[in-house]
C-alpha cells in the first residue's frame, strides 16, 4: 500500500508559477512510476505527465509540454510538478498517482495509487 499527498495547490495570476508536491509512504518509493493528473470542474480527469522510478524518462501532455516539468527525489519519497506560464486553463484538481508497471502510464487504469488531489486556480 501507497499514501500519496499533495500540496502546493493555490490561487495565482495567469503567467505565474506553482510547484507541486507529492510525498509518498508506505511501500518503497522508488519503485513506482509516477504521475500527475488534472481534472477541472465538470470534465474528466486528465493524464498530465508522468516519470518513470528512477526518473530518467518522463513524459506530458501536449497541453504542458514546455511549461510544466516532472521531477523525483526518491531519497525524500516525493514528486514534483514544477508549472510555469500558467493559464486559466489549467485552473484544475491536480491528484497524484504511483503505477507498478509501464502498461498504460498516459492513463488512469495504469495507476495503482491516488492522492486526494490539490485544487489549482489561475485567474486571468
Known amino acids: 500500500q501507497v499514501q500519496l499527498v499533495e500540496s502546493g495547490g493555490g490561487l495565482v495570476q495567469a503567467g505565474g508559477s506553482l510547484r507541486l508536491s507529492c510525498a509518498a509512504s508506505?511501500?518503497?518509493?522508488?519503485?513506482?512510476?509516477m504521475g500527475w493528473f488534472r481534472q477541472a470542474l465538470g470534465k474528466e480527469r486528465e493524464f498530465v505527465s508522468t516519470?518513470?522510478?528512477?526518473?530518467?524518462?518522463?513524459y506530458y501532455a501536449d497541453s504542458v509540454k514546455g511549461r510544466f516539468t516532472i521531477s523525483r527525489d526518491n531519497a525524500k519519497n516525493t514528486v514534483y510538478l514544477q508549472m510555469n506560464s500558467l493559464k486559466p486553463e489549467d485552473t484544475a484538481v491536480y491528484y497524484c498517482?504511483?503505477?507498478?508497471?509501464?502498461?498504460?502510464?498516459?492513463?488512469?487504469?495504469?495507476?495503482?495509487?491516488w492522492g486526494q488531489g490539490t485544487q489549482v486556480t489561475v485567474s486571468s
Open positions: 508506505g511501500r518503497t518509493f522508488s519503485r513506482y512510476g
Open positions: 516519470i518513470s522510478w528512477s526518473g530518467g524518462t518522463t
Open positions: 498517482a504511483a503505477r507498478d508497471s509501464a502498461w498504460s502510464i498516459f492513463e488512469l487504469k495504469g495507476y495503482d495509487y
